[in-house]
């Protein structure tokens, strides 16, 4: 009982800082799962990508109510990002089939490696978008958006990290949509791309769907609390601070 109240709470503090900050719930979901809760690394990969399923099926619904959302871009997306999923899995797979339990080290150092060039990214995210905002695209066609899918689904598949950071970045820097039509593409394209790691890694028995209810549970009021709160805080330092704390992370689970 202790245990899945743990599990509800962690889920109301990732769905607190999701409202709060907008950081997406794999980067902060996973290391707590793998460090805090002692999720082995591969169930923690799949059942963090149910969760990011599920998470993001509410806000996929209003940006497609509201426009914001090109079909286009979103399924020349999943063209990649669908076959990099597999990809991706097919390698923790066949390095389970090698090394055994070894895998969740190799999942570990990946998540690392990811927990770093994230938060990066995300600390340098306005001044990205404030140097290519009068920019015109430099990747130009349906053919570059695939790549963008194929690299992110290859994360998501070994980590389930990148369905939004990555593509979001990369969509930035080499094409010139809104703001408003880059996320709402990025999180429908979210939504496939989960949605099919998760039901890869489910088929695989790497989802622990005790785990992602208890989550689901605690996420929803928490995301409801830091929506209502990010309006009554300091962002930018919160946001500082937040990706600090998962370098720092990404830094000791490379070094562990």
Known sequence: MELFAAKIFVGFIVGL???MTGVGGGVLLLPVLIFGLRIPAIIAVGSDALFNFFTKIPASLLHIKRGTVRRKVV???ALGSVPGSICG???LMHIRHLYGDGVNSFIK???GLLLIVIP?????QRRIEESVVHRPPTMKGFAGMALIGLLAGFLVGMTSVG???IIMMLLLLFYSFSPKVNVGNDIVHAVILTGVTSLLH???GNVDLGLVLSLLIGSIPGALVGS???TRMPMLWLRRILCTLLLITGARMLWA
């Open 202 to 204: 489910f088929e695989l």
């Open 120 to 124: 990066l990214l995300l600390l340098f």
């Open 17 to 19: 800082l999701i409202g």
């Open 163 to 165: 369905s939004g950071s």
């Open 228 to 230: 209502h709160l990010s």
């Open 75 to 77: 399924l020349s997306l």
């Open 109 to 111: 150092t990946a998540v």
């Open 89 to 91: 899995i097919r390698l």
